[in-house]
């Protein structure tokens, strides 16, 4: 048995008892001796998730038992040792976010802790929407470069743990330097994934599930671009497109989702939440452009789809649809960028330089400015406040386009 996938359980647990984020570290742990204030987990091989799931809360009854808390407190284990046979396997070290679990698991430190759950108020709780993201776990898919950096750093700058998922390894480590710097604290994490392979997103989703014990938010930001006539265009490059943009959504979905709902077993109450990032080419056709816009009409319908069966495990799937991100790199890079490729082939009648071609991409805008990344993140941050919403395809597109 993999004692990995059994971490979103455990965590789901504690998010459940404390009605707030938590963090679970997997540390492989065999033949060790067990861990005195730990909560001991017993599993045997015949076991599946359902009665996994029944085990961690009768182990949680029995672990508890006998102790006191103050009045409207609950007592939260801060390691679980998981054992097979009656021999440790696998600890799971227990926190608010990744530095202090990280600390417990350096430091043998199992003291329980305490917490006083929120209770859920009639009127909206300013302080509480600030925090909306605070110490969730998120994972952004292509989140090194353009759109999904700039989800990177806002959702790190509330006070997020984020993965930053990215064919671009590099660029992926350069830029959680960059982030956990300036937040002083672990705030995101590099791994390297292809959204288009499946064995490549299970793995990802694994390391979600080792590092932090389970997911609150997936970001299916990563999407390439390969404009071209119908008449013309390759069947490789109509491929290329489909597989990232289109079928990447599903392939993500599949397995944050199984991790999700594994973790909603014992969080029965915690919503947690799949996002896409669409386009506005997923609301309206793009000339020359139907491998992308295609893609992001069929993005909105598994959106849909997937809310719709997903639901029953609190997983709401949503889409954002942004509008023309002008100063990222697709639009802006001097070599590659739209604005260099569309002044070349004369694409706007009349341009004579970059900025003649940024004008007329900002004049299409009721708004008259392309999106921004905080345009989008405030979408992103709406969504999971929003509990009472799922299957939805959110434009932030400053009026471009609007919906029927
Ligand atoms: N740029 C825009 O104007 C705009 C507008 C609307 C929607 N979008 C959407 O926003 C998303 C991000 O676009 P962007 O402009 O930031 O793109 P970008 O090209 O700047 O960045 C894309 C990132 O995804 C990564 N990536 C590419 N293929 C991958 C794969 N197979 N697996 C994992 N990672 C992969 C790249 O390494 C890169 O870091 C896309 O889904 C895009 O369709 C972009």
């Not at 997936?218 to 490789?236: F, I, T, W």
């Amino acid at each position: 048995m993999n004692y990995v996938s059994i971490a979103p359980m455990i965590r789901g647990l504690c998010i459940d008892l404390a009605g707030k984020p938590q963090i679970a570290v997997y540390e492989s742990a065999k033949g060790e001796k067990a861990s005195p204030h730990a909560m001991s987990l017993e599993i045997a091989g015949g076991d599946t998730e359902e009665t996994i799931a029944g085990n961690i809360q009768k182990a949680y009854t029995a672990w508890k038992a006998g102790s006191s808390t103050g009045k409207g407190e609950v007592l939260i284990p801060s390691c679980v040792s998981l054992t097979a046979g009656g021999k440790t396997e696998a600890l799971y070290w227990i926190d608010d976010d990744l530095d202090s679990a990280r600390k417990r698991l350096a430091g043998r430190d199992d003291s329980p802790r305490t917490a006083r759950p929120i209770e859920d108020g009639k009127l909206i709780d300013a302080a509480a929407r600030a925090c909306v993201v605070k110490n969730r776990v998120a994972l952004v898919t292509g989140g090194a470069q353009g759109i999904g950096e700039e989800i990177v750093r806002n959702l790190a700058a509330a006070g997020a743990l984020v993965f930053i998922a990215d064919l671009n390894l590099e660029g992926a480590r350069r830029l959680a330097e960059t982030v956990n710097a300036a937040e002083r604290r672990t705030a995101a994490l590099a791994l390297q994934v292809n959204v288009s392979d499946e064995d490549s997103v299970e793995t990802m989703c694994g390391a979600a599930a080792e590092y932090a014990g389970g997911l609150d938010l997936c970001v299916s930001n990563a999407g390439v671009l390969k404009a071209g006539s119908v008449l013309e265009q390759g069947l490789a490059d109509f491929k290329f497109v489909t597989d990232i943009n289109y079928t990447g959504f599903f392939i993500i979905t599949k397995f944050a989702g199984r991790l999700l709902k594994a973790q909603s077993r014992t969080a029965p109450r915690w919503k947690t939440d799949i996002i896409q990032i669409n386009s506005k080419s997923g609301l309206e056709g793009s000339n020359k452009n139907g491998a992308y816009a295609g893609g992001k009409f069929g993005g909105i319908g598994l959106a849909a789809s997937f809310a719709m069966e997903l639901v029953e495990y609190n997983i709401k799937v949503n889409a954002v649809c942004p509008g023309n991100f002008l100063d990222g790199p697709l639009w802006s890079d001097p070599e590659k960028g739209l604005f260099v490729q569309y002044l070349k082939t004369g694409k706007v009648p009349g341009a004579k330089n970059i900025a003649d071609v940024r004008a007329f991409y900002e004049s299409k805008v009721p708004m008259k400015r392309g999106c921004a990344g905080k345009d989008l993140v405030r979408a992103i941050f709406y969504i999971v406040e929003q509990e009472y919403e799922t299957g939805q395809a959110v434009p932030v597109t400053g009026g471009q386009v609007m919906l029927h």
